[in-house]
């Protein structure tokens, strides 16, 4: 399927989304602090980013660093039940979507699922953008001759 990154500091939570993206047909790379996260990044190029929102780790500005060196990576914010207003603060960072937890195999599953989806339908549009431009410009060049 892909290869995910996942950014969480708890051994315990990451353990838990490796398993059910692995078990899901992904590849899976953990980090446990935002510098990591952001090397693995560079190094890596996964094809998804997630990464938790917690009082010690701070996923928004990992998905704003995502988002500044490779816009084209889909970025999922996982955050606490008690957070509060967690899709604005999902979309001020840059992220595609956000889960609030507990989480469940199903749903983590299934977004990460929707946001390959997401990515690969953006990598098929500007596809068709070049080729329409490359188009514009041949019959242009056509006109004028």
Do not use: W
Not at 38 to 55: C, G, I, N, Q
Not at 83 to 98: D, I, L, T
Request: hydrophobic content about 50%.
């Amino acid at each position: 399927m892909a290869f995910v990154l996942v950014a969480e500091p708890s051994a315990s939570v990451a353990g838990a989304l490796r398993r059910f993206l692995e078990a899901a047909g992904h590849e899976v790379t953990v980090a446990g602090a935002v510098l990591e996260g952001l090397e693995r990044v560079r190094e890596l190029a996964p094809a998804l980013v997630l990464a938790s929102v917690t009082e010690g780790f701070d996923g928004e500005s990992l998905c704003r660093q995502v988002k500044e060196e490779a816009p084209g990576i889909p970025v999922l914010l996982l955050y606490l039940p008690e957070e509060e207003n967690p899709e604005s603060r999902a979309a001020v960072a840059g992220a595609e979507a956000c889960l609030v937890g507990p989480l469940k195999r199903a749903t983590v599953v299934s977004c990460v699922s929707l946001l390959m989806q997401l990515a690969q339908a953006r990598e098929a549009v500007a596809v068709v953008r070049t080729e329409m431009q490359l188009l514009q410009h041949q019959s242009q060049g056509a006109t004028r001759s």
